[in-house]
């Protein structure tokens, strides 16, 4: 009996096996986004906190493919900087100094299937803008009454890194979470901190930025969507 059984349910297994391989093939691309996180490291830790962020990317070709085209984007914010300073020698004035980076790059990336575990590899070069904004309140009043884009910058970035992806499920749109680690640098860019930030009057307030090249760690969790052709 089980001689007479044996064939159909290889062939059966067989058959699972070669269906599912061909919903991947059947994939063009992934595109995947969510919530991020980065530390700086280097030069730019001593003075800057964590940044809280969005990203996302698209990686091009069958998902089932172990090398495709992926570029990545990422959105991230710094903790906010305050500090107080006298206002013409009578109440206090506090400049809030805001920092954010935006960062695009393409390269590479390998995949290692596991079964429903993949293991995944990227590097990849492109561009990055930061900005630095600063707002005035105090006085009389709160709110906010005044502010702008202190300094922006545009200069080339680098990255790489690596991913840990679980399936979901789905079968023509296969659903993937993805966990990412990578590691971010910029060219030299203005930041502004506390110390640049100048004691005495603020008429005329000017604001001295610290030069410096930004490297981060990113981390990102995102979900990732298989579109089919």
């Not at 695009?104 to 803008?129: D, I, N």
């Not at 979901?168 to 060219?187: H, K, Q």
């Not at 979900?223 to 089919?228: E, I, K, L, T």
Request: charged share 15%; no cysteine.
């Amino acid at each position: 009996m089980n001689s007479v059984l044996r064939p159909p349910a290889l062939g059966l297994a067989a058959a699972a096996l070669l269906a599912g391989s061909v919903s991947a093939q059947e994939t063009r691309l992934l595109v995947g986004a969510g919530p991020g996180y980065a530390r700086a490291t280097g030069s730019l830790a001593q003075y800057m906190r964590g940044a809280w962020g969005l990203g996302g990317y698209v990686a091009f070709g069958p998902a089932a493919r172990t090398a495709s085209l992926r570029i990545d984007a990422d959105f991230l914010r710094f903790t906010p900087t305050t500090a107080g300073r006298p206002y013409r020698g009578l109440q206090p004035v506090f400049i809030t100094s805001g920092s954010q980076i935006f960062t695009a790059v393409a390269g590479p990336e390998l995949r290692l299937p596991l079964g429903r575990v993949r293991l995944s590899a990227t590097a990849g070069a492109g561009f990055a803008t930061s900005t630095n904004t600063g707002a005035v309140t105090g006085i009389a009043t709160p709110e906010r009454f005044s502010g702008a884009t202190t300094f922006g910058d545009l200069t080339l970035a680098y990255a790489g890194g690596g991913g840990l992806g679980m399936a979901l499920g789905g079968e023509r749109m296969p659903v993937w979470l993805d966990l990412s680690a990578r590691y971010l640098g910029t060219g030299p860019t203005r930041w502004v901190r506390e110390g640049n930030i100048p004691v005495g009057y603020i008429s005329g307030v000017y604001l001295k930025p610290t030069r410096s090249p930004t490297t981060l760690v990113a981390y990102r969790l995102a979900v990732s969507v298989g579109v089919p052709r």
